[in-house]
């Protein structure tokens, strides 16, 4: 089993950056497909980034290319995701998950463990 732990959120205005962490403990995180997914209030969880076990597949929901990257740092146990030029219409919890395969998916069902998620809020 692994733990996942996500930091980085915060209050930024629309246009600004930030940058979340997810490290993850327990087991290393080399041997998951990790993903990132966002909650609003009201709202369901959607899919957001994913990146393949060895980090050269990665996935975006239409909405953030271009602005978002995912990365992973296998020797750290850590995945990041990089945000630039943030929207209001960002704004959320923010969580990580881990999935047991090889496939990069952005179906929520599909991963089997999930951080507890880090807020993020873009002031317009």
């Known amino acids: 089993q692994v733990q996942l732990v996500e930091s980085g959120g915060g209050l930024v205005q629309a246009g600004g950056s930030l940058m979340l962490s997810c490290v993850a403990s327990?087991?290393?995180?080399?041997?998951?497909?990790m993903g990132w997914f966002r909650q609003a209030p009201g709202k369901e969880r959607e899919f957001v980034a994913a990146?393949?076990?060895?980090?050269?597949?990665?996935k975006y929901v239409d909405s953030v290319k271009g602005r978002f990257t995912i990365s992973r740092d296998n020797a750290k146990n850590t995945v990041y995701l990089h945000m630039n030029s943030l929207k209001p219409e960002d704004t959320g919890i923010y969580l990580c998950?881990?999935?047991?395969?090889?496939?990069?998916?952005?179906?929520?069902?599909?991963?089997?463990?999930w951080g507890q998620g880090t807020q993020v809020t873009v002031s317009s």
């Open positions: 998950a881990a999935r047991i395969s090889s496939i990069v998916s952005s179906t929520v069902g599909l991963y089997n463990y």
């Open positions: 990146i393949s076990r060895s980090g050269d597949n990665t």
């Open positions: 327990g087991r290393t995180v080399s041997g998951y497909v």
